[in-house]
């Protein structure tokens, strides 16, 4: 099937199976047409089928978090969504997030893009139950599964020996002497002394 390029004007062939989606006779060409109009290329890997007020999944390229990636021509990489929303709203303020009223990362649709600060983004997260804070962290959800203390394959102590510390150190032991008989650096003598390791003791 032949086509005409819609960047240089000449005339190119392609299979019939690539007829829909063929714009371009080169990559060249198609690097052209991006960087003197982006914004085409952009909306062109966005689905909006839905109408106005669905989400519009970014279709193109996206992190394994979710999150769509647009590249410019030749190597900028912006964020899909920040993208939508800095056409249709402007630019975003210099530290800002722009956060997604929906929850769905590829959407593009500027309706549900607002912008916010990282502390909105976490207290939107929160306020939505998408973090595993409080009652919902698995190791309170499942207490059985946390490799504590011994249970722990990198753990260089005993129970008994973590208990013996703690006694010692009120005692007066400086943390270097028992570092040196324990086999472990004054400051694991330190964390255990503190509660920062061992804390289930």
Known sequence: MILKCQQCGSEFSVS???ASTARF??????????????????WRKVDQSGGPEACWPYKDACSSSGYGHFTYFPDRQVAAHRYAYE????????????LHHCDNRACC???HLFVGTQQDNLDDARSKGRTLSGDRNPSRVHPDLVLRGERNGHAKLTTDQVRRIRDLLAEGRTQVSLAAEYGVSSAAISHIGQRITWRHL
């Open 87 to 98: 056409l249709v709203n402007g630019a975003i303020p210099e530290g800002m997030s722009v």
């Open 25 to 42: 006779c080169s990559n060249k060409c198609r690097g052209l047409a991006i960087r003197n109009d982006p914004t085409k290329d952009f």
């Open 16 to 18: 019939a199976n690539r």
């Open 109 to 111: 649709n500027p309706a």
